[in-house]
């Protein structure tokens, strides 16, 4: 054993000493040597290094290409390499270089595995733009393929075909099939250039034991009316003949292309794939479409462990499992988009903005093309051709990856009721719904934006459901757009939206109609009764209800909540029983709340336990969050962990918040630690901040943590706490050392600086910070223009003092606008609020 030992540590020594000699007679340095090799810089200096690892035989055999040695004198560095490795005599085998190259040297995406987002820049000048992948769920095909794989690394040649739908994960299933093949320094040929065909014909014959065929689009190869058929021919050939083995081929097809393919001609007729037939028999494997119940809560495991391109496809997907059309389509999508023509842009942003704003799913083509046009700049909109509309939604047709399109053309389905429907019928005319991923980036990019005039008149002028509109009053009232609001509620009392109407009613009352408000309040009740007889909707009678208790009409609100309870709506069976409590009736909200539970909402268990709770109960309260929390609701174990804490039985708070974060509640790590604090354990509080801190409550427990160091004295240690938990995105960080700014040497610019991210996110508190701070300084514009920058992203209600900073009122949107703003935020002209219209 010694003896082998030495051996192979000699022909390593010499196989080191030769490569160095060829290197310094080439004139190269390694690292021009790895760049000219295709190799890594620490794959290169490891061969050459002493006490590296082996290099492989295909490092060895690139190399000594690279370095201009001989035939002979490469075969000779081969028989070194061997014997360095201990390997038995015997047909020296290694790939051609020429063909591929180690599977561990490809990208993945090179390999046509689709993208899950846009790329991230990699380190370093020049660096190549870097793509994470989502997390694998493996599926029922994935065991086939690891058959095929054990097989073809048990030394028998072994073909798959995998057959499904565009971007229903096939590639992706080979790329995690073939690592074990990488760990056994398998290689990688994909037959690309200078096209597919071409390319596997041509060297079909050179393709050497240990390698994987990747036949990517398998059509491009199979399907070639000039010479698919000798490509299925030579394909055969390489997987039967004994010298070759073992070899893995791996080709995908949509499934038309692989029914055209296996289909028997009929008597007569040409046979043009009686090869590739045979070739595909007994080889095909079919991917679904859709994820299973199985697959599905595997996906749910992966974002529930943080992988957020899951998390982002689950959102869009879970109902109808194609979760990976959507991971692949994605990228594509949001390409189309911030590439695309200005008019395709903007019917775009005026679809994401009426998606975000309440608009439902179907989108009217008339809505879309007369609110597009302010989207358009004036250059953009004198350069507009007759056609463009039909052009732009030409273009928004074309489908990527997934057959996912931007904007589809639809068709809404006829209501199924027993009675005719009270609401109005949709105008006539094309409708279109926006891609969920569209839908989802405009929530993010487009969150702080207020849409133009244009999107105002168009809503106001073409849509008519009833939800649709009542849902943009409330957007435009959130953004201070008071009168296009009164205009939208007043079309949504038209189509016959209950708090429209009360809206309406109250306008009337205001006006000294007291006849006319309550010929409005009767029509609500009828209309409200009409829904629950013909379709079982209790929203209006909640509305009337929650109407009559904001006015003090306390008895006629319980009356309307009982009718919807009564209904069947658990919701307004929650809402009696707080009436009945906050009126004192304990016995009648606990009655309520009870017949809510039996009915299914652990929620009315949660508020029942919080009664308990108030009244000293601690005993109930414990029993009926127990009961909550055994349905599944995980929020009822953070109660009941308080009801613990409480009672001075800290360790079973502990296990309970512990089985909280374990079941996904993202707070409760944070919860535990604080109650750890208050016990005085501080020590073990830090350790599970720290925790909590590699979480999505990041942030949090950054700037709880910082607040248990300031009150311990440890000033420096809070403050780099404080700066942790400001970049991990947490507002009552940012504020804090923002006002520490103020104070130094930086003042408000630096504060400023500080807080403009958050600021241009659009978070509301920090705008009205922002305000106040320059207010204070004499930025009197300044302060309007970070009002504005609020009411924008909708962080405004109507006549009410918002925000509290030092005890003092912040902001009162009446006193600087107090006939609201136009849709281009600028202040309102005066208007006046009719009941009619």
């Known amino acids: 054993m010694g003896e082998d030992s030495e051996k192979r540590e000699a022909a390593l020594t010499e196989l080191r000493k030769r490569l160095e000699d060829a290197l310094a007679d080439a004139g190269l340095t390694k690292v021009q040597l790895a760049a000219r090799a295709r190799r890594s810089r620490t794959t290169v200096q490891e061969a050459f290094k002493d006490g590296g690892h082996l290099p492989s035989g295909a490092t060895v055999a690139a190399l000594a290409g690279e370095l201009g040695l001989s035939a002979k004198q490469k075969q000779e560095l081969l028989e070194l390499r061997r014997a360095a490795a201990g390997e038995t005599a015997g047909p020296l085998c290694v790939r051609d270089e020429g063909l591929g190259k180690p599977i561990e040297h490809w990208d993945p995406h090179d390999l046509e595995v689709h993208p899950a987002g846009t790329p991230t820049a990699a380190a370093g000048v020049g660096a190549r733009a870097q793509r994470a992948l989502p997390g694998y769920v493996r599926r029922a095909h994935d065991e086939v393929l690891a058959e ?23 590639t992706r299933a080979y790329w995690e099939a073939v690592q074990p093949l990488a760990a056994a320094g398998w290689g990688l040929w994909h037959p690309y250039d200078p096209t597919r065909a071409e390319a596997a014909l041509a060297d079909l014959d050179r393709v050497t034991p240990r390698t994987v065929v990747w036949l990517n689009e398998a059509q491009h190869y199979l399907g070639h009316p000039q010479v698919g058929e000798r490509i299925a021919a030579g394909l055969h050939t390489l997987l039967t003949h004994a010298d070759r083995r073992p070899v893995l081929v791996l080709g995908t097809l949509w499934p038309e292309y692989a029914n055209s393919y296996t289909a028997l001609p009929n ?173 989802q980036h405009g929530r993010t990019t487009r969150r702080r934006l207020c849409p133009p005039a244009s999107f105002w008149h168009a809503a106001h002028k073409y849509l008519v459901r009833p939800d649709d509109l009542a849902n943009l009053a409330a957007a435009a009232e959130d953004r201070y757009r008071l009168q296009w609001a009164h205009h939208l509620r007043l079309r949504a009392a038209k189509a016959g939206k209950a708090e429209a109407l009360l809206y309406v009613a109250k306008l009337r009352a205001a ?26 909707d209790t929203r209006d009678l909640c509305d009337l209800a ?255 003092v918002l925000q509290f900073i030092n005890g003092k009122p912040q902001f009162e949107p009446k006193r600087y606008w107090p006939y609201g703003l136009n849709p281009d935020g600028t202040p309102a002209t005066p208007w006046r609020a009719f009941a009619t219209g």
């Open 511 to 536: 006006a000294g109609d007291a006849e006319g408000a309550a010929a409005v309040y009767g029509q609500v009740s009828q209309t409200a009764h009409r829904h629950v007889a013909e379709a079982g």
């Open 546 to 800: 929650e109407f009559l208790g904001e006015i003090g009409h306390l008895s006629g609100a319980r009356a309307f909540y009982q009718q919807a309870a009564d209904a069947g709506d658990t919701d307004a069976l929650i809402s009696l029983a707080r009436m009945r409590e906050h009126e004192g009736d304990w016995e009648g909200a606990e009655a309520a709340f009870r017949q809510a539970a039996a009915a299914g909402s652990s929620r009315a268990l949660i508020f029942l336990g919080r009664m308990h709770t108030k009244a000293g109960d601690r005993e109930s309260a414990k029993a009926a969050f127990r009961q909550a929390a055994d349905t599944g609701n995980a929020e009822a174990l953070l109660c009941l962990a308080g009801t613990y804490e409480a009672s001075g039985d800290l360790e079973g708070a502990k296990a309970l918040y512990r089985q909280a974060a374990e079941a996904g509640v993202a707070r409760a790590l944070t919860d535990m630690a604080c109650a750890m604090y208050e016990a005085d354990d501080v020590q073990g509080a830090e350790a599970v901040f720290r925790e909590a801190a590699s979480g999505d409550e990041g942030g949090r427990a950054l700037f709880c943590l910082a607040g248990l160091r300031e009150s311990s004295g440890d000033v420096e240690g809070a403050e780099v706490l404080y700066r942790e938990a400001a970049d991990a995105g947490d507002v009552n960080a940012q504020l804090i050392l923002a006002a520490r700014l103020l104070d130094g040497p930086g003042g408000r610019e630096a504060a400023e600086e500080l807080l403009r991210p958050a600021a241009d996110a659009g978070f509301p508190r920090v705008l009205f910070y922002l305000a106040e701070m320059r207010m204070e300084t004499g930025d009197r514009e300044g302060a309007e223009a970070a009002y504005r920058q609020a009411a924008d992203a909708g962080g405004l209600e109507t006549g009410r």
């Open 148 to 170: 095929a794989v054990s097989e073809a690394a048990d030394g028998r040649s072994r073909m798959l075909v995998l057959v499904g739908s565009s971007s229903t994960g096939k």
């Open 267 to 439: 008597p007569g007729q040409p046979d043009p794939h009686s090869r590739v037939r045979e070739l595909l028999s007994g080889r095909t494997l079919t991917v679904p479409d859709a994820f299973d119940e199985e697959a599905l809560d595997a996906a749910f495991a992966l974002a529930r462990g943080g992988d957020r391109f899951m998390e982002g496809a689950l959102t869009r997907a879970h109902a109808h499992g194609r979760v990976t059309q959507d991971l692949a389509g994605a990228p594509e999508l949001v390409r189309r988009y911030e590439h695309g023509t200005p008019p395709v842009k903007a019917l775009l942003q005026a679809a994401m903005d009426a998606r975000r704003l309440g608009v439902g799913l179907h989108l009217p083509q008339a809505f879309l093309i007369d609110a597009a046009i302010d989207y358009l700049t004036d250059d953009d909109y004198d350069q507009l051709t007759e056609d463009w509309a039909e052009a732009a939604f030409a273009d928004l047709g074309r489908p990527v990856h997934g057959k996912q399109v931007p904007l589809r053309r639809t068709a809404t389905r006829p209501p199924r009721v027993a009675a005719p429907a009270a609401t109005p019928v949709p105008a006539s005319g094309p409708v279109f719904r926006l891609a969920d991923y569209l839908e």
